[in-house]
């Protein structure tokens, strides 16, 4: 009797909390992070995928890196790539970071604590994913969709270092 009453209250406390800061960021988080590196189910080969993906984006800007000059149109590409693949490395690596940090629930309450100024924004984020789920989006326009997401989050998830 006493087992089933204190699973009951612990269901309501877990239903109540995906409502709050730390359980919407979650939950953008993880469909970010399931976007970029598309796996079979389970977080731990995601996190597996993810940091083979992050070792691919590595050789790629170490590759660029090595190509650049400023004298010819191609160094210049290598330029442009190695500024682009850099740039991903880093989101990638901050949503691997946050994806980790947002499924210790231990963090909750310090999180949330850390998220109270960002609470408006980040429920309206949570709000237009799922509206955007809701409605059909041509293929181009989706990708930009999950793009200004990721720009927006960023920052909120630098702050949670």
């Known amino acids: 009797m006493f087992f089933q009453s204190a699973s009951k209250v612990k269901k309501d406390i877990i239903s109540e909390n995906k409502f709050d800061s730390y359980g919407q960021l979650q939950t953008i988080v993880d469909t970010l992070l399931r976007r970029e590196v598309p796996s079979p189910s ?3 080969q995601l ?4 940091n083979l993906r992050l070792e691919q984006f590595r050789i790629a800007y170490s ?8 004298t ?3 160094g210049l590409f290598h330029k442009e790539a190695y500024e682009e693949t850099f740039k991903y490395f880093n989101q ?9 940090s ?3 629930e231990e963090n909750r309450q310090q999180i949330n604590h850390r998220l109270s100024f960002k609470e408006h924004f980040i429920e309206e984020l949570s709000k237009e994913i799922i509206e955007f789920n809701n409605h059909y989006t041509l293929p181009f326009l989706e990708e930009k969709f999950w793009h200004a997401i990721k720009e927006d989050i960023m920052p909120i998830l630098a702050e949670l270092r």
Do not use: P
């Open 102 to 104: 947002l499924n210790i």
């Open 63 to 70: 590759y660029h890196r090595e190509h650049i000059a400023l």
């Open 42 to 44: 389970g977080m731990h």
């Open 92 to 100: 990638l690596q901050l949503l691997i970071d946050a994806y980790i």
């Open 72 to 74: 010819s149109a191609i």
């Open 47 to 50: 996190l597996y995928h993810a």
